[in-house]
């Protein structure tokens, strides 16, 4: 499949992109804003999230929650999502409500800041504390992504600080600091809006420009951070985590080249491989040979800056012991790195991941979010149609060539739950 894209800017430096599709009376309107936890400061971590939530609260000519209300009352959904690199809004409406959803996202664009106080403030603040302790510390692995964001990057890295952030952090915001972070990063020309669906372009062009037109460009200057970091691990390590677990798990990382680039694709390609369903390496061999593990997986975070994470996940059986399950984790990719994989494994793996890549496009909302993402990250949105060529050129030679280069023992880093109180098994 092949999506059509018509891209243009804003005066005002607002990145547009319309991809029409008339198959059903749905269109999606996506929006961006290039702007993530790595963009936080020190002491005010979990803040790209917290105003996530904050900008659902109302705006100059939308009450508080007022957003959703209007969104489901014309038939649509809506959400917002935070990344380590980038924020969202999304919503997908019947077609005749495309002005609704544009005018709200403008809205709250251009005029967000005179509806906000310090009670909304209170209140997200107290939601997103009770989201950390139900999703994160109460959660059964629930600080699998923050710790392997320890794990895998340096102190000084903006990628190692936990995305939705910590109590105390969340505990010091201010309005003031609302304010500042408003003013720098949701302007339109560091934006991306995406409308994908049922809508006629000249309407769309039209709509878009009266409610974005008049939005000012962002006032301060955005530095961004560095996002370089070493290809390898200094010295590799195993993080022991006592949890409230009952089972043993072990979180393999490596720092791999970050989405987009040549090797994201073996990368891709070499996770399916290793842990993607039961034809994969890991799933035949511990769960169905040798029967030391509950379940498997493997994948990338999909980072676009600086290094790409590439994950094997292996939760092991109640009898297994620590040292048992990491060693075996180890030899399965010890011997992909030695062995290399074969054309039908390629083959496989590129079949499955392209057909969850064309399955996922087939809704205006994925394709809305891809096109936004391509945009956002390397300023071309036509991209989205050149990924699953990119999969097909991938060979049985270069993921093995990324393994031996990627992949060797001595470039793992390991993250080890184990149960609460549990004694220390590990060998040094």
């Not at 996530?52 to 917002?80: D, P, W």
């Not at 009266?210 to 070493?230: H, L, Q």
């Not at 050149?386 to 793992?412: I, M, N, P």
């Amino acid at each position: 499949m092949r999506i059509p894209i018509e891209s243009y800017t804003l005066k005002n430096g607002l990145f547009v992109t319309l991809s029409e599709d008339h198959t059903v009376p749905l269109v999606a309107v996506n929006l961006w804003y290039h702007v993530g936890s790595a963009n936080e400061k020190e002491g005010r971590t979990g803040f790209a999230h917290l105003f996530e939530h904050m900008l659902f609260q109302g705006s100059a000519h939308v009450g508080a929650n007022e957003h959703f209300e209007l969104i489901q009352r014309a038939g649509g959904t809506l959400n917002g999502s935070t990344w380590l690199e980038r924020t969202n809004y999304f919503e997908t409406v019947p077609s005749n409500q495309l002005a609704l959803a544009l005018w709200l996202e403008a809205d709250r664009m251009g005029a967000l800041l005179p509806a906000m106080t310090q009670q909304k403030l209170d209140t997200q603040r107290d939601v997103v504390k009770n989201e950390r302790r139900w999703s994160v510390d109460n959660q059964p692995y629930g600080t699998t992504l923050e710790k392997l964001q320890e794990l895998v990057f340096p102190r000084t890295h903006p990628f190692h600080h936990s995305l939705i952030g910590s109590m105390e952090d969340l505990s010091q915001a201010s309005l003031d600091d609302v304010a500042e972070f408003f003013a720098t990063y949701y302007a339109p020309d560091n934006a991306v809006l995406t409308i994908c669906g049922d809508f006629e372009e000249g309407e769309a062009r039209a709509l878009v420009n009266e409610y974005f037109g008049d939005i000012p460009r962002g006032k301060k200057r955005i530095t961004r951070p560095d996002m370089s970091v070493p290809p390898h691990f200094t010295s590799p390590e195993l993080i022991r985590i006592p949890d409230n677990v009952g089972l043993r798990r072990v979180f393999v990382a490596t720092r791999t080249p970050p989405f987009g680039s040549g090797d994201f694709y073996a990368a891709s390609i070499c996770a399916a491989i290793l842990g993607s369903g039961k034809s994969s390496r890991l799933f035949k061999k511990l769960v169905r040979e040798q029967q030391i593990a509950a379940d498997v997986s493997a994948f990338t975070l999909d980072l676009a800056k600086g290094s790409d994470v590439f994950v094997a996940d292996v939760t092991a059986k109640p009898e297994v012991s620590e040292n048992a399950l990491v060693e075996a984790v180890d030899n399965e990719i010890d011997s992909l790195v030695t062995d290399g994989v074969t054309d039908a494994e390629v083959n496989r793996a590129a079949a499955l991941v392209t057909t969850e890549l064309i399955k996922a496009l087939e809704t205006a909302s994925e394709r809305a979010d891809r096109i936004s993402m391509f945009a956002t990250y390397f300023g071309d949105p036509a991209l989205v149609n050149e990924q699953a060529s990119k999969y097909g050129e991938v060979t049985a030679k270069t993921v093995s060539a990324f393994a031996r280069k990627y992949l060797a023992r001595e470039r793992r880093s390991r993250l080890l739950y184990v149960p609460k109180d549990e004694v220390v098994e590990m060998q040094p």
